[in-house]
Nanobody, 124 residues
């Protein structure tokens, strides 16, 4: 089974940047889509960004377009999320997901394998 390990979260002031990483191991070849989700306190989980692991097409939530960039290291099988111009509303626990399909809003489906999450806190 694919195993995911996120890292790179932390605290940053509004307008700052963070780069999240997700190392995939195991049966990563079964994951045609990888993505990032986030969940803030009191809110539902939302898709942030996703990428076709083979073709490379990317998808983003409207709230992060132009600020976040998802990418993948093809050699090291590592997923990244470059987060720029961070806002307090971006504060959440961010989860990496490996799945079969990408959604146009940055999520994945039908049943993702998740990492442990990494917390991002953006202060104003």
């Amino acid at each position: 089974q694919v195993q995911l390990a996120e890292s790179g979260g932390g605290s940053v002031q509004a307008g700052g940047s963070l780069r999240l990483s997700c190392k995939a191991s195991g049966y990563s070849y079964r994951s045609d889509c990888m993505g990032w989700f986030r969940q803030a306190p009191g809110k539902e989980r939302e898709g942030v960004a996703s990428i076709h692991t083979r073709g490379g097409a990317t998808f983003y939530a409207d709230s992060v377009k132009g600020r976040f960039t998802i990418s993948k290291d093809l050699i090291n099988d590592t997923l990244y999320l470059q987060m720029n111009s961070l806002k307090p509303e971006d504060s959440a626990v961010y989860y990496c997901a490996a799945d079969a399909l990408c959604r146009s809003n940055g999520g994945t489906y039908p049943k993702g394998v998740w990492g442990q999450g990494t917390r991002v806190t953006v202060s104003s």
